[in-house]
């Protein structure tokens, strides 16, 4: 094969306890496409935020055209001709496409004026030259997620890239949009730059990518041609089968007959939930299964509120919710933990006390004002409960492990006496004994009635917690098995069906 | 599917909410001169005393100081802040422009607009560098500066402004008002610094996406510290022209200025959080609160609360049209 343009060898990276990157050590060749693959946590974006300057590796070292590099900032790493798309346009969306393409080196007149015509004259030529349909006089934010992130590319190629890194390029693209990205990414290829992309859709990896790279847990678990990586082996590199033994320990339960203590029909946002239909029974544990971006937190998100649906209706204990709300979500018995603790789940400047009954106030309080005693109960019951280790109710929640900051947070769930909760990925993030109290505590709530519908980056642990799993592919349905004599095998397989019949709108 | 059937889709998709979002984009940027117009033909056919040319020269005289604030606090705008030391920095520049006057008088001119610079440069420096909040620190900028002020010159100055000085401020070329002269090659120099330099460009950039502007290369603490100064030294320039128009430095004055600016610039369509915005806008939003004042005065029997009154209603809906119009372009 031809150069290596860019490499890494044995990069190590770790953020306080967590070890993000040990040993990474892959190489990027000119005129690749190389996709980059691994569930949330697998280190991915560490890999790329070293890439592009934003953190420093601990250990190793990043090889640019033969030579060492240190990549000390962003703008050290672009001016490396290392240039990164991002799912979060780095633009001005309310300037032209001209301007954004030559913003800080704009041809001049007299040596002050800027010569519109001849910027837009060239950005017209650069557009041309990748077959974009886009006007330069155009204002940027009136272009679609997918043209955006083209004139972001060609940017990068104007200013001379050799790498271009392409973070989730195709998450919120139309079908038209990632014709268009298939069309500029194979110009790129013929024009010998290097490209590393990354994308949670299986089959746009196999279409685009000549070589596929597998992180997890921080670590290469395989690169390979795109040949010698059949779907069903990059899935089980991706969720792995070395999980700890906490399979079978799910306790034989039958759940109560009657009323779903929380349903969805018909449900759909955007593109990313597709008339998603289930029920969750009462002493049941539904586990959604499904990859990075199959649309399972979105389906979570859709269904409390956080989102708003487009379609679809939600009922919780039998009696619909009418438009959704996570206010009247809560209010009706449902309730949610997000994946995302830091961004979605503790507030960070506030104790532990007054993060566990933040939801539960209403019924803590008395004519508005909170009720000291209660709220002590509260906490007390559910640090006793949920076994939350923490030098007292007044502590910051910052003082707490990950584990016991999530164990808070599912108290402050339960406090509002929900009937179903949804818990998205309730353990990513924590250790193995926190995982195991976690889990311990879901089984005994279930056993009280609960309604648990969950999802986990681990599929070991969703089948370990869950009764039965529904699988989502692209946002849309795609099975449904009970877990009962499930091999994870048979969940991969489920997985790696192609699913060409899930149409794209 | 073919390259070419492709980019005919891409095309047909994006045109119909694109031609709308041009239309918005139209009604925002140039809104506030199709409602000066109109205001101005209402105000003509409803009053006789304000279709005259004497009148409008009023307006646009008595319009030319927060004109000039105007500017620069448009350029801040747009940048992503707002600057709430200007009116005192009239106050201070009518003031020093009264000391600084006996040396002649391009040193009241001088140095009222070095002042107003050198106070716009600590600002810019402890909003860029030292990362802290426009806000705070023009707000402590209007304090202080106004203390200065009032240190200065307890009472007002009066001073003789026969020669140069006065002639700069009260004279006429083409028998139109030198003031209106000032603020309109003001205005119209802005617009193209602001619209065809590379310092304009940045200027939208920062305001537009700041942390986006800083990956692609933009000096963006440099670009700050600059434009904070322009309006500094704009408005300590103002201040210099007001003393010569008033024969006096008078430490009070151009209270409530800094406000008015920002109520004009935003009148004007430009947007409080920053990134869109033009000068033509911000001189129609000055015009319009002139001419409302213009004619509350005039009508006699009406308080001049009331101008106040009528400038807070104009400013609510300019804001609720954008708003509107903002969330109707997502």
């Not at chain 2, 001419?291 to 101008?307: P, W």
Request: charged fraction near 20%; charge should be positive; proline fraction near 3%.
């Amino acid at each position: 094969m031809s150069d290596i343009i860019l490499e890494t060898r044995a990069v190590s990276k770790r953020f306080g306890a967590v070890q993000a990157l040990s040993d990474v050590s892959f190489a990027l060749r000119a005129g690749e496409v190389h996709g980059l693959a691994g569930e949330n946590g697998a280190g991915k974006s560490t890999l790329i935020k070293i890439l592009t300057g934003f953190y420093q590796p601990d250990e190793g070292e990043i090889i640019l055209s033969g030579t060492a590099v240190r990549l000390d900032s962003p703008r050290a790493a672009q001016r490396q001709g290392i240039s990164a798309v991002y799912q979060e346009i780095n633009l001005i969306p309310e300037r032209s496409v001209a301007e954004n393409l030559f913003l800080g080196n704009e041809p001049r007149r007299f040596g002050v004026l800027i010569d519109r015509a001849r910027m837009e004259r060239s950005a017209a030529e650069l557009l041309a030259r990748y077959d974009l349909a886009i006007d330069p006089r155009a204002r940027l934010g009136a272009l679609g997620l997918g043209l955006q992130q083209m004139v972001s590319i060609a940017r990068g190629v104007r200013l001379g890239a050799r790498v271009a890194i392409l973070d989730e390029p195709s998450s919120a693209l139309t079908g038209t949009e990632v014709e268009t990205l298939y069309r500029v990414v194979d110009r790129l290829k013929a024009d010998g730059i290097a490209i590393l992309f990354v994308s949670h859709r299986l089959s746009e990896s196999y279409r685009l990518c000549d070589r596929l790279t597998v992180l997890r847990d921080g670590r290469v678990v395989a690169s390979e041609a795109v040949a010698d990586l059949p779907r069903a082996a990059l899935i089980g590199a991706m969720l792995g089968r070395n999980a700890e033994a906490i399979h079978g320990n799910r306790p034989a339960r039958t759940p109560r007959e009657g009323v779903a203590a929380f349903e969805a029909s018909g449900l759909r946002w955007r593109n990313r939930v597709r008339d998603v239909s289930f029920a969750v029974r009462p002493g049941e544990v539904v586990g959604l299964a499904g990859l990075l971006g199959s649309g399972r937190t979105e389906t979570m998100k859709a269904s409390f509120g956080a989102e708003t649906k487009e379609g679809g209706a939600i009922r919780v204990g039998g009696s619909s919710v009418p438009s959704t709300t996570p206010g009247r979500s809560i209010a009706a018995g449902l309730a949610f933990l997000s994946e995302d603790r830091r961004a979605e789940g503790i507030f960070p400047k506030l104790s532990v006390a007054e993060n566990l009954t933040a939801t539960a106030l209403p019924r803590i309080a008395r004519f508005g004002f909170v009720s000291q005693r209660k709220q002590a109960a509260m906490v007390a019951e559910f640090t006793k409960v949920l076994g939350i280790k923490t030098a007292g109710p007044n502590a910051p929640i910052t003082s707490l492990s990950g584990g016991n900051q999530q164990k808070v947070l599912l108290a402050r769930c339960l406090a509002t006496a929900p009937r179903a909760i949804m818990l998205d990925d309730p353990t990513r993030g924590i250790d193995v004994g926190a995982k195991a109290e976690v889990h311990e505590a879901i089984n005994r709530l279930v056993e009280q009635g609960l309604g648990v519908l969950v999802t986990s980056s681990e599929m070991e642990e969703l089948m370990a917690l869950a009764d039965r799993l529904i699988v989502l592919t692209e946002g849309a349905v795609t099975g449904a098995t009970s877990t009962d004599g499930l091999e994870v095998q048979d969940v991969l397989d489920i997985l790696a069906q192609p699913h060409e019949a899930v149409a794209h709108p | 599917m073919s390259v070419s059937g492709t980019s005919a889709a891409v095309r047909a998709e994006g045109a119909a909410p694109e031609r709308r979002a041009r239309l918005i984009a139209l009604i925002q940027s140039r809104g506030a001169i199709g409602v000066l117009v109109l205001a101005t033909i209402v105000a003509s056919l409803r009053f006789p005393f304000f279709p005259t040319v004497a009148n409008f020269e009023n307006i646009g005289t008595a319009a030319s100081f927060l004109g000039l604030v105007a500017i620069g606090q448009t350029f801040v705008i747009i940048l992503g802040g707002f600057d709430l030391s200007v009116g005192s920095l009239i106050g201070l520049g009518s003031v020093l422009a009264a000391y600084a006057l006996p040396y002649g008088w391009w040193a009241a001119l001088l140095v009222p607009a070095l002042a107003g610079g050198a106070v716009g440069l600590v600002d810019g420096l402890l909003i860029a560098r030292a990362g802290m909040a426009p806000f705070i620190v023009t707000l402590a900028a209007l304090l202080g500066v106004r203390g200065i002020a009032l240190v200065l010159a307890k009472n007002s100055l009066v001073i003789a402004t026969p020669g140069v000085f006065g002639l700069i401020a009260n004279g006429q070329i083409l028998g139109i008002d030198n003031l209106i002269w000032i603020v309109l090659i003001g205005f119209a120099i802005a617009a193209i610094v602001l619209n065809r330099t590379r310092y304009g460009v940045a200027v939208f950039a920062i305001g537009g996406n700041e942390e986006a502007a800083r990956m692609l290369g933009v000096p963006v603490a440099r670009i700050k510290v600059l434009t904070y100064v322009v309006s500094g030294t704009l408005a300590g320039l103002s201040g210099a022209l007001l003393a010569a128009h008033l024969s006096s430095g008078i430490s009070t004055a151009g209270q409530g200025e800094e406000l008015k600016s920002i109520a004009a610039a935003v009148i004007g369509g430009v947007l409080l959080t920053g990134g869109v915005g033009t000068m033509a806008g911000a001189l129609s939003g000055v015009l319009l609160l002139g001419l409302i004042e213009n004619v509350i005065d005039q009508i006699g029997n009406l308080s001049s609360y009331y101008q106040n009154l009528a400038s807070g209603v104009f400013l609510l809906i300019a804001v609720l049209i954008q708003t509107v119009l903002t969330r109707r372009r997502r």
